[in-house]
């Protein structure tokens, strides 16, 4: 579980470690990581967890976070980690790719092409890829990924989100050709509002007045801790099969989960082949390559 320190990335490995899952919680912050195991373990008897420091932001140190793994057997990766900056500065990692499309994307392909021999030598594995309701208002532009020409933060934001569902579909298609046993499936939390979640102290807690404040919103919003049940669904339901989508129940923003169609931009498979050829070149990673160096 990326992110699994903080918000929806939280509640997805308390739930998974309830339901007996060895978790490993794969953070940047090694210190959030321990508290979140910590507080997990007090509320999950018999809690299962281990953690390795990740850093989604630095595509060089993934090969080493992997190997640090210490695992020959995985059963699901969920790719949940993700950054909304909101300073009008565009910001840029260490490779000189922007910041978010960095976090919320390109760490991930690269990460799912170091974690692929493990995954496909898996029956039954998943690659759970989560999006967001935000990605359904944007449209990818192959030609400024890194919005160096159109840089605006939550249009960013919802671009990086929906390259993780272009690839997460194109994914699919790709599995089928190399590792059929192996599912891709995407998953989207709704709108989870931090004033709507439950607290978590020391990692987080929700005053009162929010709580007052913000409960008109439960008529349409939910917590974090409910936008985690796409996630925990996806990785543990049987009947949940590769190339589809999985999100809240009412208007794709709160309630239980269900089945989504995804809309042809998500899915589109000229577009998502394009994405993916530039992420290669990116990354130096392809999850089908039988070696994979990143940059």
């Not at 990692?93 to 170091?114: C, I, K, S, V």
């Not at 605006?152 to 190399?178: C, I, N, V, W």
């Amino acid at each position: 579980m990326t992110g699994a320190s903080a918000g929806i990335g939280y509640f997805a490995a308390e739930q998974l470690a309830a339901s007996g899952a060895t978790v490993v919680l794969a953070c940047r912050d090694t210190a959030k990581a321990e508290v979140a195991m910590r507080l997990i373990g007090s509320r999950v008897e018999g809690a299962r967890l281990r953690q390795v420091r990740m850093d989604l932001s630095d595509l060089s140190s993934l090969a080493e976070a992997v190997e640090n793994l210490g695992i020959d057997r995985l059963d699901a990766v969920v790719l949940n980690a993700g950054i909304l900056l909101s300073e009008p500065e565009r910001r840029t990692d260490r490779q000189g790719h922007e910041l978010m499309f960095a976090t919320n994307y390109l760490g991930h392909f690269a990460l799912t092409a170091h974690l692929a021999p493990l995954l496909t030598a898996t029956a039954g594995s998943r690659i759970v890829t989560v999006g967001s309701f935000a990605a359904r208002s944007e449209r990818l532009d192959l030609d400024d990924l890194h919005c160096e020409h159109d840089y605006r933060p939550k249009r960013t934001y919802g671009r990086s989100k929906l390259a993780q569902m272009l690839f997460g579909f194109e994914l699919d298609r790709r599995l089928r050709a190399h590792a059929p046993h192996t599912a891709s499936i995407v998953v989207h939390p709704g709108g989870a509002l931090d004033a709507l979640t439950p607290s978590r102290r020391p990692l987080f807690a929700t005053s009162i007045a929010q709580r007052i404040y913000s409960s008109p919103a439960r008529l349409v919003l939910h917590g974090k801790h409910a936008g985690a049940h796409p996630l925990v669904r996806a990785v543990l339901d049987p009947e949940i099969v590769s190339g589809q989508l999985w999100g809240p129940a009412v208007f794709g923003l709160r309630g239980r989960p269900q089945q989504e169609n995804p809309l042809p931009h998500m899915t589109d498979p000229t577009t998502a082949a394009a994405l993916w050829t530039a992420s290669t070149a990116l990354t130096g990673a392809d999850p089908f390559a039988r070696t994979t160096k990143t940059r």
